[in-house]
């Protein structure tokens, strides 16, 4: 997850989110604004009305629009747009998403209760949430043999991946320290292989840095990201592309250019229904005997990320359902993950990690061997 990096002062964010408070009577019911206009908010202007409010600021590199947005008067002062979202809103929230990572915790709050299009509002308390909740779990020490060190003394790992991860000096790469031994439990059978590995979610490059140096010179290392900062990525460690993980035609179009596929690392939006999406996508795409590996999975249990406790729509549901599958022998049910579960040979769960390995999978026998 992203370093917080501020880039925008206190008060131009202040400005912002006061520009996108004006009364309704000062803007036109039925207009179509973009987001950009509405998180950017046009420059302050004494006589600020509905013109000034939506005069676009310059627009955002790749930004889609929102057409159609409705604007509601709600409570008192505050007002809220409700958008409806194009198929190309996933965009816009990618881009909103790096706009946020910038913000502080305060920013965060303001926005969450602000008035903006409903979809920010929700990515804010999201972003707000998942800081918080994540903040206790934050290792308290600094420094590459602090966290050589802890990895080592509570998982007892000591390979390759432990070294480049902790001495990583390009690019962020932000991942949990259990993580560590757990990718190298599966993937060191990759290394030094022509491997093709794909992780979703780029960020700040510095993962694909870190599977480069892990898997070496021969790997077919791609990264996605729906973000288009991440483009200035592409070439360095891996190829990156720029489009959603839940976009079927991109998709298909990263994996033929990667001439098919063997490991799937989905680190990208963490939404539920992204990471069920993309996995019916890519699951049948992966060659016989490769791995779908998702983590952060920890986003299974909060509502932001479509997720929560014993809710239907956590990942964790889906894993149960495969578990069905794969004893389908012993039951004679249907299967409840058509696609996946008839190929799936196991699939291993750790703390907000899951992993499932596809192969060929048998009919079981048994045998009776020696003499009474
Ligand atoms: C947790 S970060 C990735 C971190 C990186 N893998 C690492 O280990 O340092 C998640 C990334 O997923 C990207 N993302 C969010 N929604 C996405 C989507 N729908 N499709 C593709 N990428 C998405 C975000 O832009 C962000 O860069």
């Known amino acids: ?16 989110a006061r520009l996108t408070a004006v009364p309704a009577r000062q803007v036109d019911r039925q207009q179509s604004v ?45 007002y809220a747009c409700v958008a409806s979202p194009t198929q190309q809103l996933s965009k816009d929230e990618g881009d909103h ?16 209760q602000r008035v903006v299009p409903h979809h920010l509002q929700t990515l804010a308390r999201r972003a707000l949430r998942k800081e918080s909740d994540l903040d206790p779990y934050r290792f308290p020490r600094m ?59 780029v960020s700040k490059g510095g993962s694909l840095q870190m599977w480069r140096e892990y898997f070496g010179p021969q790997a077919t290392i791609y990264g996605i990201d729906i973000d288009q900062a991440c ?18 035609d991109f998709l ?3 994996i033929d250019e990667m001439g098919g596929i063997d490991v799937v690392l989905d680190d990208g939006s963490h939404h539920m ?33 479509g997720g929560g406790y014993r809710s239907r729509k956590n ?25 996946i579960g008839d190929h799936c040979r196991a699939v291993h769960v750790h703390d907000s990690i899951v992993v499932l390995e596809k192969g060929k999978v048998f009919a079981p026998v048994h045998s009776r061997v020696g003499s009474a």
């Not at 483009?231 to 079927?248: E, H, K, L, N, P």
């Not at 992966?286 to 299974?300: F, K």
């Open 315 to 339: 990942f964790f549901q889906l894993v149960l359902d495969l578990s069905h599958d794969i004893h389908r022998w012993y039951h004679r049910q249907h299967p409840l993950v058509p696609g």
């Open 1 to 16: 997850m992203p370093q917080r990096a501020r880039s925008i002062d206190r008060r131009s964010f202040a400005r912002r």
């Open 34 to 78: 973009t987001c950009d206009t509405i998180i950017h908010g046009a420059t302050p202007c004494p006589s600020r009305g509905a013109d000034d409010w939506l005069r676009p600021a310059p627009p955002m590199a790749h930004s889609q629009r929102v057409k159609s947005a409705v604007v509601k008067r709600q409570h008192n002062e505050q």
């Open 231 to 248: 483009r200035s990525y592409d070439g360095i460690a891996a190829q990156v592309r720029i489009g959603s993980q839940v976009d079927g």
């Open 143 to 201: 420094g590459t043999e602090q966290i050589i060190e802890d990895i080592r003394a509570k998982y007892g790992f000591d390979g390759d991946l432990l070294r480049i991860f902790a001495n990583n000096k390009s690019g962020i790469v932000h991942k949990w320290h259990h993580y560590i031994p757990i990718y190298d439990h599966y993937l060191s059978p990759y290394r030094g292989q022509k491997l093709r590995f794909l992780e979703i979610g």
């Open 252 to 254: 298909r179009s990263v």
């Open 97 to 112: 998403m790096r706009l946020m990572s910038s913000y502080t915790r305060s920013d965060l709050k303001q926005l969450a």
């Open 273 to 305: 229904e992204h990471v069920r999406k993309t996995l019916r996508q890519l699951f049948p795409k992966l060659s016989d005997g490769g791995l779908y590996m998702i983590e952060d999975l920890h986003t299974a249990y909060w509502r932001d990320f």
